[in-house]
């Protein structure tokens, strides 16, 4: 037997920022400021350990079929939506895919941003169809519709990753009026920003909002994230959900976590501070941000080059090179513990 990979594995993927990290090991510096991945630089609040670790106990049984406590936290939380929880946003992503989308069907994306849509979309066999962001790194909302012709699902991120801008609800709704597909709103970073896309949920019934608790709630390598979806989708998605992907542990622990707004909105407050400060210090064009991270405009170096440059000083950012139909002079930088967004000021404007 011939041992192959399918052709969109042979070379490409998902891109982890990880050559940074391995030259700011090298750094000497004792500690290093980790901006690469937009993740929560402080651990979760000791009830969220507290529950994590009381499930442990329970893990040689297979977790129930539904994490139903979590689902009802999350109506709690939110009010009565449909909501479906996954491995991560991406778990949810990656089902959705395979619930709505045949092979060779196509998918468009609202680019540049998040990779991992077009690697899922891809790898299910679908024709990802990137819809280009204008220059100010706005939705050409005209070109979407377009572009979801036909298409069974589109993917759009709000606040987008990397470029951190916003698509108002407003612009969503018409989106939503005008096409017949299903559109995924990433609102993995929507608790950093001032907007609400909720309420769309009720008006139509073409939205799926993802979410996710590994930014705001800390809970990134546990891996759980959700989805509000329509009515008409929450049973079919159970048939084509991954077994039992919601492991006890991460359920547990995000049941608790919601319970930790006051924690939440630290954090919250912490990172809309620093976004201020990183426009107002850093001497470089800083975009506008809803998330926990921003896009630095480091023309004319290139993307490698700075990143490579900071790790040298001990601070790891993202390249943006990655990134499909962005130019290559971009860096994002995460908002992390006040030592290291203070050191990350410090030697950008060195460079
Ligand atoms: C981090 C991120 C996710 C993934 O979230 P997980 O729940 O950790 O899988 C999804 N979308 C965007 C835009 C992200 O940046």
């Known amino acids: 037997m011939r041992r192959s990979v399918r052709r969109c594995y042979e070379e490409t993927g998902y891109v982890y920022a990880t050559g940074a990290m391995e030259i700011a090991r090298r750094s000497g510096k004792e500690r290093i400021a980790r901006l690469a991945s937009n993740e929560n630089p402080f651990p ?36 009565e939506y449909h909501f479906a929880a ?3 946003m991406d778990g949810v992503i990656e089902t959705l895919i395979r619930l709505l989308v045949e092979p060779g069907q196509r998918v468009p994306v609202a680019t540049p941003t ?21 220059a100010d790194f706005s939705v050409d909302l005209e070109a979407f519709a377009r572009a979801m ?32 597909g299903v559109l995924f709103l990433d ?27 590994s930014k705001i709630y800390a809970l990134a390598g546990l891996r759980i994230g959700y989805a509000f979806l329509p009515g008409w ?24 976590a919601l319970g930790e707004g006051e924690w939440a909105k ?25 998330a926990n991270f921003v896009l630095v405009d480091i023309a004319p170096r290139l993307s490698d080059d700075v990143m490579e440059a900071l790790a040298h000083r001990g601070v790891v950012v993202r390249s943006c090179r990655s990134f499909p139909d962005l130019e290559d002079h971009y860096i994002r930088v995460s908002i992390g513990e006040d030592w290291e967004n203070e050191r990350l000021v410090r030697e950008i404007n060195l460079l």
């Not at 077009?118 to 679908?126: E, K, N, P, Q």
């Not at 609102?187 to 608790?213: K, Q």
């Not at 954090?267 to 426009?279: A, K, Q």
Request: hydrophobic residues 40%; contains cysteine.
């Open 44 to 79: 979760p609040p000791p009830a969220v350990l507290d529950a994590a670790i009381l499930a442990l106990r329970g893990v040689n049984r297979y977790p129930a079929e539904e994490p139903r406590a979590l689902l009802e936290a999350l109506r709690k939380f939110h009010g």
């Open 86 to 88: 996954g491995a991560g």
């Open 114 to 134: 998040f990779s991992f849509y077009g690697v899922a979309a891809t790898g299910h066999g679908a024709e990802v169809v990137p819809v280009q962001r204008r």
């Open 149 to 180: 012709e036909g298409a069974p699902l589109g993917f759009l991120c709000s606040p987008n990753n990397p470029t951190g801008n916003e698509t108002t609800p407003r612009e969503i709704a018409r989106l939503l009026d005008g096409i017949d």
């Open 187 to 213: 609102n993995a970073y929507v608790d950093f920003s001032d907007l609400d896309y909720r309420p769309l949920m009720e008006e139509h019934d073409n939205l799926v909002i993802g979410r996710t608790l």
């Open 233 to 256: 989708l929450a049973e079919p998605y159970r048939r084509a959900q991954t077994p039992f992907a919601v492991s006890t542990v991460a359920a547990a622990a995000a049941e608790a």
């Open 266 to 290: 630290g954090y919250r407050d912490h990172v809309r501070g620093w976004r201020e400060r990183f426009v107002r210090e850093i001497r470089l064009r800083v975009y506008p941000s809803g």
